[in-house]
């Protein structure tokens, strides 16, 4: 990838005219909401979740995603093109060095566009981060709610003088869903990401999720006709991001009868599962659905109970492995476990046992991760490395 320190001539004086010859010709958009996921058949969740909350003003935004296989500069100049004066980032573990290529491009060609960073990798210790010199705004947390605001000040020429626009995490009945803003090509091709919670009630010291340990739940009924749309408009890959689909059993039954009452042959619905808490109640309701309809990611994570005791995850081995073999041999779920590679210190023995054990139980698919902390995160929060799995 061309790098902006290997080639400032280029950027700061080819560039602006290569792309000027080109942006006479395009669509206005005020606001430009944009992130690079990992692959084209992700969507960006967050961005339309944005993009619905924006109010009187959501009409004067576009969404506009790319991958990281993508170079920068194609992508600035997909952006400009819109000539915004807000350009929202979202911010992931897999985009950072793409997002940081992009903004410099953009801000050496049109420097009074505005630019905006949101996101999980932006929204912890952000003042280390290398992006947060070049931006001109950080929401950390949850900014559904707080990038309308701020775009409106902004827009209306009275913009915060703070450079983080500090939010709370806003109350899920207030919140528009951005489940239409799928496109029907999104619907047929990618995976369409839902969520009925969000929060995670434990506490395990490696995961972001962690910090807010309160649950809080969507209005059901709305999201599950949001579902039941997408599924009828062709959706075929789901994928759950509630942190701990079964952390309350009354709901997710209400959830899985839903979705079994509205099933089509050839959806998937992904879940992510802590095993040893897995209720018998869904056990027996996962074995109604046909094959290839459930997906179960269950986090393992460590075997060792010192370990577990000290990155504060609690759990019973002899169950987690029970759940796991009463699943495979009861039920025709696809069952994807996780270990974390980092909780061992690079004890090769340990390692090794985990992995038989975790293989033991025959899942479809073991994956293994390291972590690493990075440079600009707090020691509490290492994040996971995505290129490690096994
Ligand atoms: S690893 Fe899973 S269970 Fe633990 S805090 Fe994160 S989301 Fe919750």
Not at 57 to 81: C, F, S, T
Not at 92 to 106: A, D, G, L, R, S
Not at 138 to 165: S, T, W, Y
Request: hydrophobic share 40%.
């Amino acid at each position: 990838m061309l790098s902006f320190n290997e080639k400032p001539v280029f950027y700061l004086k080819v560039l602006p005219v290569l792309i000027g010859l080109k942006l006479n010709h395009c669509d206005m958009a005020d606001i430009v909401l944009t992130t690079f996921n990992a692959k084209y058949v992700h969507t960006a969740f967050g961005l339309r979740y944005l993009l619905a909350n924006l109010g009187p003003i959501k009409d004067r935004a576009v969404l506009l995603e790319a991958d990281i296989h993508q170079w920068p500069i194609d992508h600035a100049e997909a952006i400009l093109a819109h000539k915004p004066r807000i350009v929202g980032f979202g911010v992931y573990i897999w985009n950072v060095p793409q997002t940081y290529e992009t903004i410099k491009i953009i801000k050496t060609i049109s420097p009074d566009t505005v630019v905006v960073l949101g996101g999980p990798e932006i929204s912890y210790a952000y003042e280390r981060h290398p992006l947060y010199a070049l931006a001109d705004y950080v929401i950390p947390g949850e900014a559904d709610l707080a990038f309308r605001e701020l775009a409106q000040r902004i827009l209306a020429g009275n913009p915060p003088h703070e450079k983080v626009f500090p939010t709370e995490p806003p109350d899920l009945t207030e919140i528009e869903l951005p489940y239409s803003l799928y496109s029907d090509s999104d619907v047929q091709h990618r995976v369409i990401y839902v969520e009925t919670t969000r929060g995670c009630p434990f506490k395990c010291q490696f995961c972001l999720s962690a910090i807010d340990h309160r649950v809080r739940y969507f209005p059901l009924d709305p999201v599950l006709q949001e579902i039941k749309r997408l599924i009828e408009r062709g959706a075929t890959k789901l994928k759950f991001v509630d942190r701990t689909f079964n952390v309350r059993l009354e709901h997710a039954v209400q959830v899985m009868e839903f979705l079994l009452a509205n099933y089509r042959p050839g959806v998937s619905l992904h879940f992510e599962i802590v095993p040893d808490r897995l209720q018998p109640e869904l056990i027996e309701l996962s074995r109604k659905f046909p094959p290839g309809a459930l997906r179960f990611e269950l986090g393992i994570q460590t075997f060792n109970p010192e370990v577990a005791s000290r990155i504060n995850r609690p759990q019973v081995n002899k169950k987690i492995i029970d759940t796991i073999r009463t699943l495979r041999e009861t039920t025709s779920v696809h069952l994807h476990t996780d270990l974390i590679f980092w909780t061992a210190r690079r004890n090769t023995r340990i390692v090794c046992h985990w992995i038989r054990s975790a293989c033991s139980t025959q899942p479809a698919r073991n994956t293994g991760w390291y972590l690493k902390t990075s440079p600009w995160s707090s020691n509490s929060h290492p994040r996971r490395t995505l290129s490690n799995a096994i």
